[in-house]
T-cell receptor
Framework: NAGVTQTPKFQVLKTGQSMTLQCAQD?????MSWYRQDPGMGLRLIHY???????DQGEVPNGYNVSRSTTEDFPLRLLSAAPSQTSVYFC?????????????FGSGTRLTVV | GDSVTQMEGPVTLSEEAFLTINCTYT??????LFWYVQYPGEGLQLLLK?????DKGSNKGFEATYRKETTSFHLEKGSVQVSDSAVYFC????????FGTGTSLTVIP
């Protein structure tokens, strides 16, 4: 099925560990983004990309890195995990940055940092 | 800057009750407006959208009308079901995509 695929679905990390959250889409969307969802705060944009080789920071980029070497993939790297990064992470893609066609979301990665 | 404000939750309704979730926005230009729904343990799914003033988006019995004069996009449903229990997000797109904080709806039998 076409869509956005995120892996893993669940992850527990120890403080200081690093890991990569994977995101892949097969809809040839130019725009991809990462959000984190925390209770009472809605969705906050971490990083986004308007095309292969182009990335930019969102509202809460500290502690995260991204790269976009292909149109399909947009991995999110946690450099040194902290308890404040415990959250649910969503990857989303869209045909265009402005999202007038709407965003397609992955099913999320629930991350716990202990 | 652009922003979306939606009513605080949680909202609890009995089955077959009427639902309204308020959403107002601030934007320069002419944004498109959206409602997304998130069922427990899942990602967000597009519920409906409207791309210009006076447009009405509708899907699965839900409706919302793009009101430029009141800068609103309230979500309504005439008769809710238990299966409508979820978190609902209002969103707009202008130069970027902006989400409201979400409204949790629980429908009890």
């Amino acid at each position: 099925n076409a869509g956005v695929t995120q892996t893993p679905k669940f992850q527990v990390l120890k403080t200081g560990q690093s890991m990569t959250l994977q995101c892949a889409q097969d809809m040839n969307h130019e725009y991809m983004s990462w959000y984190r969802q925390d209770p009472g705060m809605g969705l906050r944009l971490i990083h986004y990309s308007v095309g292969a080789g182009i990335t930019d920071q969102g509202e809460v980029p500290n502690g995260y890195n991204v790269s976009r070497s292909t149109t399909e993939d947009f991995p999110l790297r946690l450099l040194s995990a902290a308890p404040s990064q415990t959250s649910v992470y969503f990857c989303a893609s869209s045909y265009r940055e402005t999202g007038h066609y709407g965003y397609t979301f992955g099913s999320g990665t629930r991350l716990t940092v202990v | 800057g652009d922003s979306v404000t939606q009513m605080e939750g949680p909202v609890t309704l009995s089955e077959e009750a009427f639902l309204t979730i308020n959403c107002t926005y601030t934007a320069t230009g002419y944004p498109s407006l959206f409602w997304y729904v998130q069922y427990p343990g899942e990602g967000l799914q597009l519920l409906l959208k409207a791309t210009k003033a006076d447009d009405k988006g509708s899907n699965k019995g839900f409706e919302a009308t793009y009101r430029k004069e009141t800068t609103s996009f309230h979500l309504e449903k005439g008769s809710v079901q238990v299966s409508d229990s979820a978190v609902y997000f209002c969103a707009l797109t202008g130069n970027q995509f902006y989400f409201g904080t979400g409204t949790s709806l629980t429908v009890i039998p």
